[in-house]
């Protein structure tokens, strides 16, 4: 299981397009710090403290933080296209390869080596960690990046100026320990996104090409949104963006990831049972 | 130097600059001053001075005049803030304030009013003490929406916090219980 963990993590972190879905998340990362946060970086820096008038309009007004200006956090055009277009992202580095080691019978060898539960637990694992990866990565480099340019003040409800707010999932967390709150966003899309990018393993066998498999969890993503859109229900789409999730709409959020993991788990299963592999 | 120690020595560098960079953005531009004071403390800042004298929850009966009832609005919160300048010269018109009122749990998010001076106030009322000095009565409403699963007893029993914020990146947070 280890050598097969480590073979299939090699094609999945050393290729070139899990640090083109890096890139792609980063530069959509880049645009907002380049709209937001440096204006903001150039007007915190040029306060004049003792000018009256500034003080007076400004008076008990948040003034741009890490917290406030973050991507995730503020919102805004950027952070719906990241998490629009991540299940691509996160299938781009590796999905293909389910499709590839069957084509060309690379699976073949390596169950001869490994065994075939131990293939597909390496699969399903490495398939969850780069979808997860692909997700958070450029979050955390965009935060460090957005920490460097504006300070780590403490957010207060009596300026709002992100979308989170009182009656937000993990609302009063923000407001009173900002960076568990950050941490914890990261945590539940790393884990959100993992699963998303898992169902090209659940519907890899069903394509035809390699570009299908790794479409497949953005076409289920964007259909589920529409047909939801439609009807007036939280899609999996507005379930994982959190900061803007109010806390009422959590139960029906949950239902879809419990669906997910049972549709991998049950795909899974039927995998490692399959006897006429090889 | 092979290739794969100059990455290392690029990442440890860029690691070093950048923590000096948040370093010095947060002492230079963050650290908001924050202080903690008692119900009917009188607190000083800004050439005025500001204490919270009541915090009541009024029960829709004892709906001050110009809150109308419905059966969305529950309860209201009424602070009392007494505003006076210090500097003989200024008057209280020019002083900065803005309060919000919060409730953690079920909802934190009741109505905000913004006090800025005494012409321009987008909720509650004043009152003229002296020459010098004002009070204000700020209500804050609490709707079904927000209050839903609370009975009044339960509301009473409730921590609350409120916020005075004087000039931006200053607020003073009064540890008040209900009364």
């Known amino acids: 299981m280890k050598r097969l963990l480590?073979?299939?993590?090699?094609?999945?972190?050393?290729?070139?397009?899990?640090?083109?879905?890096?890139?792609?998340?980063?530069?959509?990362?880049?645009?907002?710090?380049?709209?937001?946060?440096?204006?903001?970086?150039?007007?915190?820096?040029?306060?004049?403290?003792?000018?009256?008038?500034?003080?007076?309009?400004?008076?008990?007004?948040?003034?741009?933080?890490?917290?406030?200006?973050?991507?995730?956090?503020?919102?805004?055009?950027?952070?719906?296209?990241?998490?629009?277009?991540?299940?691509?992202?996160?299938?781009?580095?590796?999905?293909?390869?389910?499709?590839?080691?069957?084509?060309?019978?690379?699976?073949?060898?390596?169950?001869?080596?490994?065994?075939?539960?131990?293939?597909?637990?390496?699969?399903?694992?490495?398939?969850?960690?780069?979808?997860?990866?692909?997700?958070?990565?450029?979050?955390?480099?965009?935060?460090?990046?957005?920490?460097?340019?504006?300070?780590?003040?403490?957010?207060?409800?009596?300026?709002?100026?992100?979308?989170?707010?009182?009656?937000?999932?993990?609302?009063?967390?923000?407001?009173?320990?900002?960076?568990?709150?950050?941490?914890?966003?990261?945590?539940?899309?790393?884990?959100?996104?993992?699963?998303?990018?898992?169902?090209?393993?659940?519907?890899?066998?069903?394509?035809?090409?390699?570009?299908?498999?790794?479409?497949?969890?953005?076409?289920?993503?964007?259909?589920?949104?529409?047909?939801?859109?439609?009807?007036?229900?939280?899609?999996?789409?507005?379930?994982?963006?959190?900061?803007?999730?109010?806390?009422?709409?959590?139960?029906?959020?949950?239902?879809?990831?419990?669906?997910?993991?049972?549709?991998?788990?049950?795909?899974?299963?039927?995998?490692?049972?399959?006897?006429?592999?090889? | 130097m092979n290739r794969k120690r100059v990455v290392t020595v690029a990442a440890v560098a860029v690691c070093i600059a950048a923590a000096f960079a948040v370093w010095n953005v947060n002492v230079k531009y963050g650290v908001p001053k924050k202080e903690i004071h008692p119900m009917e403390a009188a607190v000083r800042a800004n050439g005025y001075e500001y204490q919270v004298r009541e915090c009541r929850l009024l029960e829709p009966e004892d709906f001050p005049e110009g809150i109308e009832k419905t059966d969305e609005l529950k309860a209201v919160l009424v602070v009392k803030i007494y505003l006076r300048s210090l500097d003989g010269n200024k008057s209280v018109s020019g002083a900065n304030l803005m309060v919000q009122g919060g409730m953690w749990g079920n909802s934190m998010d009741l109505e905000l009013f913004y006090v800025f001076n005494e012409e321009v106030i987008s909720g509650g009322w004043n009152k003229k003490i002296d020459e010098n000095g004002i009070e204000l009565w700020i209500p804050f409403r609490m709707y079904a929406v927000q209050v839903a699963d609370f009975s009044l007893e339960e509301m009473k029993s409730e921590q609350y916090e409120l916020v005075i914020s004087l000039t931006p990146f200053r607020s003073i947070t009064l540890d008040m219980e209900n009364d």
């Open chain 1, 6 to 278: 480590k073979i299939e993590m090699e094609r999945a972190f050393h290729g070139s397009l899990f640090v083109l879905a890096v890139l792609i998340g980063m530069g959509i990362f880049a645009a907002h710090i380049y709209q937001i946060v440096l204006p903001d970086a150039v007007f915190i820096r040029n306060i004049d403290w003792n000018d009256e008038v500034f003080l007076k309009v400004y008076a008990g007004m948040q003034l741009p933080n890490l917290y406030t200006d973050y991507m995730e956090i503020f919102g805004g055009s950027f952070s719906i296209l990241y998490h629009f277009i991540l299940p691509v992202l996160t299938g781009l580095p590796y999905a293909y390869t389910l499709f590839t080691d069957a084509k060309y019978h690379y699976m073949d060898q390596l169950i001869l080596r490994g065994g075939q539960k131990e293939y597909y637990r390496a699969k399903l694992f490495v398939q969850f960690l780069t979808g997860g990866c692909v997700a958070v990565l450029p979050m955390i480099l965009s935060f460090a990046v957005t920490a460097v340019l504006l300070p780590a003040t403490r957010p207060e409800l009596i300026s709002p100026t992100c979308i989170i707010y009182g009656a937000s999932v993990l609302g009063e967390l923000f407001y009173r320990h900002p960076l568990v709150y950050v941490i914890m966003l990261w945590f539940i899309d790393f884990a959100g996104f993992g699963i998303i990018s898992c169902l090209s393993y659940v519907f890899c066998e069903l394509m035809e090409n390699r570009f299908m498999v790794v479409l497949v969890p953005f076409v289920l993503y964007f259909c589920q949104y529409v047909v939801c859109s439609a009807f007036g229900i939280t899609s999996v789409r507005e379930g994982l963006r959190i900061a803007a999730l109010r806390q009422d709409k959590v139960h029906e959020v949950v239902p879809y990831v419990i669906g997910m993991l049972v549709l991998v788990c049950v795909s899974h299963c039927m995998k490692i049972r399959k006897r006429d592999l090889l």
